[in-house]
């Protein structure tokens, strides 16, 4: 992949940003978009810093805007002389009961995680077509999309469209040389927690995310998924399931889906109940964790790892750390 052209949409922070670290120690140019400058700024001299030769670009973009995507892959063929591998990762995570959400929350996410993936994919694929050899674009779906998680359905869904979008378009563009490749990654070790939207009981909610995002029999180390993703990619792999969880989760679906969907009603039992008057969303960022003896404990020892992957992958913005 050497000397090749890359652009990883979501690539100022969390799992984005790992992408195109592993891409750029592989001797891509990277275009790192999202729509967040000082975030982007940071990225970027994050990557400078651990690989000084690397050749990094930003761009401000915001990929529910399809003439904002058009122009990012325009500007990156432009100035890196073509684009020849694409990461549509870009997304937002809302974590609430269904009782405490809205359409307006489903819309939402169906337009930065589907849509975002649908406009990266339809502007990326002209380009990907004159690539020599073919391009390779990559969408990030999720076991959640897999299994309909609760008190993430807006998540979800939007996930289990982009996972099919993937698969559909791996058919589509089958002996034109791209290859597209699914990503169904489980809970990985980002620090997402601190960018994530919280609704219903604001503070336990995000007390059992960023517990099981962090804990490490749950969760993957989030470097690890992001070579095997770049690496699946490459090689024009079809579909990858990350974390053995999700596999097993995903096999136990396709093999008995009125067990796996019954196990969850069950498990939607031991999670926060929706409060009589929902305060709409915060991120987690801005939420306290929880202060009881043994509640606090649990999530500081679940969340440790996660808390230090907030501040190696950008995921901070300058925030003080929690604790």
Not at 114 to 139: D, K, M, N, T
Request: aromatic share 4%; charged share 25%; hydrophobic share 40%.
């Amino acid at each position: 992949m050497s000397g090749r052209s890359a652009v990883v949409t979501g690539g100022s922070r969390g799992l984005g940003l790992l992408l195109a670290d592993r891409l750029t120690s592989r001797g891509c140019a990277v275009t790192l978009a999202a729509r967040d400058r000082g975030e982007l700024d940071r990225a970027r001299a994050k990557l400078l810093h651990r690989q000084p030769r690397a050749r990094v670009r930003t761009a401000i973009c915001d990929v529910r805007d399809q003439a904002a995507v058009r122009e990012l892959f325009a500007s990156a063929d432009r100035d890196c002389g073509g684009v020849d591998l694409v990461i549509a990762n870009a997304g937002i995570i809302q974590v609430a009961p269904l009782e405490s959400l809205r359409a307006e929350d489903f819309d939402d996410a169906m337009r930065s995680i589907f849509q975002g993936a649908l406009h990266a994919s339809l502007e990326a694929l002209p380009y990907l077509r004159e690539s020599p050899g073919g391009g390779r674009l990559a969408l990030i779906s999720s076991v959640g999309g897999l299994l309909g998680v609760p008190h993430l359905l807006p998540y979800a869904c939007a996930k289990a469209a982009v996972g099919t979008l993937a698969e559909g378009l791996r058919a589509e563009t089958a002996g034109s040389g791209v290859s597209v490749t699914a990503v169904y990654p489980g809970l990985m070790r980002t620090g997402s927690h601190l960018h994530a939207e919280f609704g219903g009981a604001q503070d336990r909610e995000y007390g059992w995310f960023s517990t099981l995002a962090g804990a490490p029999l749950v969760s993957m180390n989030a470097q690890r998924a992001a070579e095997r993703i770049v690496r699946a990619t490459v090689r024009r792999r079809a579909r990858l399931v990350l974390t053995p969880g999700a596999r097993v989760a995903d096999l136990a679906h396709g093999l008995a889906p009125a067990t796996t969907t019954r196990l969850s009603g069950v498990a939607a039992r031991f999670l926060p109940a929706a409060p009589a008057h929902p305060r709409g969303m915060r991120e987690g960022k801005d939420i306290d964790p929880p202060r009881g003896p043994v509640a606090g404990t649990v999530q500081r020892a679940g969340s440790a790892m996660n808390e230090r992957a907030a501040d190696a992958y950008n995921e901070r913005d300058g925030d003080t750390p929690k604790g």
